[in-house]
């Protein structure tokens, strides 16, 4: 929804995620639903409301030509790795430090908790890591939270989200009045998706 002046009073930002393959189940998705609600939540920035509308839906069969704008896919794999979205890779227009992957696919490894979908989920919703990777002697790789990232889902797969974040989501709606922005971003849509004025 809009204020007078034309800036964002209320938002919301969606993904639906299809998890399919190995270890992917509907049980699996409702615990990714339950894990989600406490880690994507509301909040209230510059006086307007920046919610989330994550939702987790398991589906044997599906393929990433089936998907609709705001529909994603993560494929659990029983193979050891490391999860990824594929997609776009940018600097962002806000913070020319960050680098967001916001493809509509990934992969999820079978070693992958929770924590590693939802955040994997971050990219969908156009969220940038928020951590260093380095080696050790042994050529072992390890991965550090940026300063201010400890505890975030996109630092370390914590279970908060940086207020940051939700800053850039209402500056990209406001700048954008709602006209081509990511699909991810919803701004007072009616039924039929006209903006609400």
């Known amino acids: 929804m809009f204020r007078k002046d034309r800036t964002v009073s209320k938002m919301e930002v969606r993904a639906t995620v299809y998890i399919t393959g190995a270890n992917a189940s509907a049980a699996r998705a409702k615990e990714l639903n339950a894990l989600a609600k406490g880690t994507f939540r509301s909040k209230k920035v510059d006086g307007a409301e920046v919610g989330f509308n994550v939702k987790y839906v398991y589906k044997k069969n599906i393929d990433s030509k089936d998907l609709k704008p705001g529909e994603n896919m993560l494929n659990f794999v029983k193979e050891t790795g490391r999860s990824e979205v594929y997609g776009a890779v940018g600097e962002d227009s806000f913070d020319s430090s960050r680098i967001y992957y916001t493809g509509n696919t990934g992969t999820v490894y079978s070693d992958g908790d929770n924590m590693s979908v939802l955040h994997e989920t971050g990219h969908f919703l156009g969220l940038p890591d928020r951590y260093t990777d380095f080696k050790d002697k042994e050529g072992n790789v390890f991965s550090k939270a940026h300063s201010g990232f400890v505890g975030d889902l996109m ?38 998706g006209n903006l609400i004025k």
């Open 155 to 192: 630092g370390d797969k914590g279970k908060k989200l940086n207020s940051n974040y939700y800053q850039d989501y209402l500056k990209r709606a406001n700048e954008n009045k709602g006209i081509d922005k990511p699909s991810y971003i919803q701004i007072g849509r009616d039924k039929k």
